[in-house]
């Protein structure tokens, strides 16, 4: 299963990408993380249905130090990615 995240709010500078990057790694979870221009995290996981929606859950609430407003969610189809990475 494969899932992109766009997580709005003040979700940059507060270890956001960090924690979804153990949290991927502690769930099996392969994908990637990134800071984007407009000021959001995008994400993309891939793996085992169960922990990719685990990852989809913390992406609505993230890290202590953020304020998440709101979450876009979308369906893909799995491209086989190994490991998870910070871009």
């Known amino acids: 299963m494969r899932r992109r995240v766009v997580v709005h709010g003040s979700v940059q500078g507060v270890f956001f990408r960090d924690s979804l990057r153990r949290l991927a790694e502690r769930n099996g979870v392969s994908g990637w993380a990134r800071n984007t221009h407009e ?5 993309v996981f891939e793996g085992d249905p169960d922990a990719v929606e685990r990852l989809v859950a913390f992406a609505h609430t993230g890290p202590p130090e953020a304020h998440v407003d709101a979450v876009d969610v979308h369906e893909e189809e799995p491209e086989g990615l190994s490991g998870f990475s910070i871009r």
Request: net charge negative; hydrophobic share 40%; charged share 20%.
């Open 39 to 43: 000021g959001t995290v995008e994400a």
